[in-house]
């Protein structure tokens, strides 16, 4: 016998914490958003009573079955422990990153700074942005382009006269981009992110003048030569 109702949890086809109701056309609330409907319809009270919260549940129960929108998956799954590890990961990197960054400062050795490409595991949108916006919160990590195309982000360093600070900055976007998949990322793009890190071409070039970077030190916007993610 066909369930009336469906939970996500039991149906992978539902987006995540949502109902589904079998019938002609099946309807799915998601929870999330009549929530957020709930919030602002209390807000429009000004008033936080049980009768306001109630109402405001059913007005938007009534929105989303009347009004139903497009089902859209947009690839982002929670997993807490991925989360948690992400953000004491992040905590850790802050630190770590902003003595070194005050170290290069202070230093008396001058700095050959460089934009260098490192392409990544996972091409979606969703994880392409949020691999950015890791790398960008910690110090040092500057990302100044990402090229959809071939899943690739550009960053500013410092040491670019260093081969081994190159590899140590590829290797901590690379980690980064695991632990984001890790915390939202769906089973796919988890066991991508579980695979070695993906080849970089050209990455014995001379600092400034490797693939993805002009003859300015600066991203190449041209056209691609021959550098491919994974």
């Known amino acids: 016998m066909k369930r009336l109702i469906t939970l996500s949890s039991g149906d ?31 807000l429009l009270w000004s ?51 902003g003595v070194k960054v005050t170290r290069q400062i202070f230093a008396d050795r001058p700095h050959r700074p460089a934009v260098i490409g490192v392409p990544l595991r996972c091409r979606s949108d969703l994880m392409l942005a949020a691999t950015a916006v890791s790398v960008s919160n910690v110090p040092g990590g500057s990302v100044v382009e990402v090229r959809r195309a071939t899943a690739t982000l550009f960053l500013h360093v410092l ?25 939202f990322g769906t089973s796919d793009e988890i066991a ?16 400034g003048t490797g693939p993805g970077t002009g003859p300015d030190g600066g991203p190449d916007t041209g056209s691609d030569t021959g550098e491919e993610g994974a």
């Open 159 to 183: 040491d670019a006269d260093r081969p081994a600070e190159l590899e140590a900055v590829r290797r901590s976007v690379w980690k980064l981009e695991e632990l984001t998949v890790r915390a």
């Open 192 to 207: 991508r992110v579980s695979e070695p890190p993906p080849p970089v071409p050209g990455s014995d070039t001379a600092p």
């Open 47 to 97: 008033t936080l009573t049980w009768a306001n919260v109630v109402t405001g549940v059913v007005v938007a129960v009534a929105v989303c079955l009347a009004f139903p929108l497009p089902q859209v998956d947009l690839g982002l799954r929670l997993h807490p422990w991925g989360i948690l590890l992400l953000a004491a990961y992040l905590l850790y990197d802050m630190y770590t990153s």
């Open 12 to 42: 992978p086809d539902l987006p995540p914490f949502s109902i589904g109701f079998a019938g002609r056309r099946r309807r799915v609330l998601d929870l999330p958003l009549i929530a957020w409907l709930t919030f602002i319809w209390v």
